[in-house]
């Protein structure tokens, strides 16, 4: 019975210590992911409710990461030039509205520029977000916060698809209303929140000083690691794009039985991550943690070439949940390092520009070799470009002073 209890107390105080705002800050991301159930989705809905082909497909998800890249850049500019608290609030709440008319669109041509437009709102979010998380956080504790950041992420990617297939099996129309609905309902508790706080100058962009800050472009070092973001994020969000597919199509899985599979993601991060980083903590190097990560993420893909079976697809998901883990939280930890409190939201905006090169690049890529060859192919190709990253995050990644 000792090692059970043990367990249990170091699971709950491996919650201990952080901030109440960035408690917050997790709730607001939980409501809002809870509701994410197009993007699951997306490739499936154009496909069969919008009857697109593959190749308006890849370019309707491509646009999606180009708005996304475009959304990172603005939330990182915005964030250093009138603070994380309204850039935050206007996403959520403008995010919602988005999809509400995004529902009522039909043709290709409507759809792309939607999309488009939209994820340049919902994603100016994430640096907002994540410069808010530095701002309320111990250095000590940054990892572990950015940790249940992304916790509270990944709880509700797991109800997320999970209700979302659900709810696709009855109506897509459906998928539009619950994400505008979390959308909204995550701005205004944030904004209730937030508005409150004694310390309203955490809300502000922060004051101008003399000396000249080195945006994240002057900096080759971090430059090449966004490089290395968006090549690793090409392979691991294949699990939003043509993995449902290959579900869908090799193994002719139902919505439902789909949303379940991704949702497995999420509760594996959900349950595993906050410990583990709490345990490897600063013991731990950056520079060795993060190319494991990235390599998980290739081995993810190519055991889905190597047997058949409902287990194989499992243990695919098991090993991209692993390389989730100790990839992303780090990554982000080394991006804030890398970084001065002027110069944060540029950064951290630069960082979401990797992964949203990545959703530019990924579903791109993905349909065009599965059309090129097939899904096997497919899996070989990522998996090959899975290791050139994991060489170049080992090599690239500097720590202390050396950066």
């Not at 201990?16 to 490739?43: D, E, H």
């Amino acid at each position: 019975m000792a090692f059970p209890v043990k367990a249990i107390e170091f699971y709950i105080d491996s919650y201990k210590g952080l901030s109440r705002p960035a408690w917050i800050l997790a709730c607001v991301i939980l409501i809002n992911r809870a509701g994410t159930m197009v993007l699951p989705f997306l490739s499936i809905y154009l496909r069969e409710a919008r009857d697109l082909d593959m190749n308006q497909v890849g370019i309707i998800l491509s646009l999606f990461g180009g708005g996304a890249l475009a959304g990172s850049l603005l939330g990182g500019w915005l964030t250093d030039k009138i603070g994380p608290f309204w850039v935050q609030t206007s996403s959520l709440v403008f995010g919602g509205i988005c999809f509400l008319i995004l529902k009522q669109v039909e043709t290709f041509e409507g759809l792309a520029i939607g999309f488009f437009l939209t994820t340049v709102v919902t994603d100016s979010l994430r640096p907002a977000n994540s410069s808010a998380v530095a701002q309320y956080t111990k250095p000590e504790n940054l990892t572990r916060a950015y940790s249940l950041n992304r916790m509270a992420t990944n709880l509700g990617f797991t109800l997320g698809p999970a209700i979302g297939g659900f709810l696709a099996t009855k109506n897509y129309d459906l998928l539009f209303y619950t994400d505008a609905c979390t959308c909204i309902l995550a701005g205004l508790l944030f904004a209730g929140y937030f508005l409150t706080l004694t310390n309203t100058d955490n809300n502000l962009p922060l004051d101008k000083k003399s000396e000249r800050v080195v945006a994240p472009w002057e900096n080759l070092r971090f430059m090449t690691f966004v490089v290395l973001v968006a090549g690793y994020g090409t392979v691991f969000f294949q699990l939003f794009t043509t993995l449902p597919l290959f579900y869908r199509e090799v193994y002719v899985l139902p919505e439902n039985h789909i949303g379940w599979l991704l949702a497995l993601n999420g509760l594996i991060v959900f349950v595993v991550e906050m410990p583990l980083v709490s345990k490897l903590g600063n013991k731990v190097s950056i520079k060795r943690i993060v190319p494991i990560g990235a390599a998980l993420a290739g081995f993810g893909l190519l055991i889905l070439n190597c047997a058949e079976g409902i287990w194989v697809l499992f243990l695919s998901m098991i090993l991209l949940s692993a390389s989730e883990i100790l990839a992303m939280p780090f990554m982000t930890t080394y991006t804030v390092q890398s970084s001065t409190e002027k110069s944060r939201g540029r950064y951290l905006g630069m960082y979401s520009v990797g992964y949203s090169l990545a959703f530019i690049v990924a579903p791109a890529l993905g349909t065009y070799l599965i059309d090129f060859a097939d899904y096997s192919f497919l899996w070989n190709v990522l998996a090959i470009f899975a290791l050139l990253v994991t060489a170049g995050m080992f090599y690239n990644i500097k720590e202390g002073k050396e950066r």
